[in-house]
């Protein structure tokens, strides 16, 4: 399994971005029953689970990011996607895709997310 994020760049606070994640050699049978999710690490700090969606659609958010962020998934396209809206500086940190299914966790690269003040 390989995950490609993208959609990651610099916003000013009160702005917007979209990321995405495409799973790839993976099977669409296999994909639609896993965990699918990203995290964010900030410099000096550990990384944190910042939205999940399950396989049955349940999501689960981060307190800091409910109301502000959707995580949503595709199938058929075998995408998650993370809507990030009212950012702050706070969510300024790399931002990793993440896939469990059966048990093996799998992370894609990171891409950036830089919200200026």
């Known amino acids: 399994v390989q995950l490609q994020a993208s959609g990651g760049g610099l916003v000013q606070a009160g702005g917007s971005l979209r990321l995405s994640c495409v799973a790839q050699?993976?099977?669409?049978?296999?994909?639609?029953?896993?965990?699918m999710g990203w995290y964010r690490q900030a410099p000096g700090k550990q990384r944190e689970l910042v939205a999940i969606?399950?396989?049955?659609?349940?999501?689960n958010y981060a307190d800091s990011v409910k109301g502000r962020f959707t995580i949503s998934r595709n199938s058929a396209k075998k995408t998650v996607s993370l809507q990030m809206n009212s950012l702050n500086p706070d969510d300024t940190a790399v931002y990793y895709c993440?896939?469990?299914?059966?048990?093996?966790?799998?992370w894609g690269q990171g891409t950036q997310v830089t919200v200026s003040s």
């Open positions: 969606i399950h396989g049955n659609g349940n999501t």
């Open positions: 993440y896939m469990l299914r059966d048990g093996t966790p799998y």
């Open positions: 050699r993976t099977i669409l049978s296999s994909f639609s029953v896993a965990d």
